[in-house]
């Protein structure tokens, strides 16, 4: 898949998820930071540590939360990766981690298909349909 095409794909999952696939990108931010907004009118932030397995996953996860207006801090005097976000649960359960886990899925798919094109094109065997496992 091109890259062009990848982000497609991520525009899209974001658009499926909000319950609109017609729906613009711009207008897909503005929707979730709408419901961010009323959401918090009727309730209280929470505090939430999220561990993020990666790096790639961790600049999506970094990525949505900039595009949403929601800030990403490291809670003071832990010394582990975990990631620290303020916004309601409900906020957490319904909107924000269905789109963040749709598009880390999309995103390892992709990066896997990117890793093994380049590591068959860098590195060709000489055995019909590849090493296998096993």
């Not at 899209?12 to 207008?27: M, N, P, Q, T, Y």
């Not at 397995?53 to 970094?62: G, K, Q």
């Amino acid at each position: 898949m091109t890259e062009a095409k990848f982000v497609e794909q991520l525009q899209s999952i974001e658009a499926e998820r909000l319950g609109d696939a017609a729906v613009s990108v711009s207008e897909a931010a503005v929707r979730v930071r709408g419901r961010l907004a009323e959401m918090r009118a009727t309730e209280t932030d929470e505090e939430f540590a999220v561990s993020v397995p990666n790096e790639a996953l961790r600049t999506v996860f970094v990525t949505l939360c900039r595009r949403y207006g929601i800030d990403v801090f490291r809670a003071s005097k832990r010394r582990d990766a975990r990631l620290m976000i303020r916004v309601p649960s409900t906020f957490v359960k319904t909107v924000f981690m269905p789109i963040f886990d749709a598009l880390a899925e999309a995103t390892e798919s992709h990066l896997a298909d990117v890793a093994e094109r380049a590591l068959r094109a860098a590195f060709p065997t000489d055995r019909p349909g590849g090493a296998g496992v096993g």
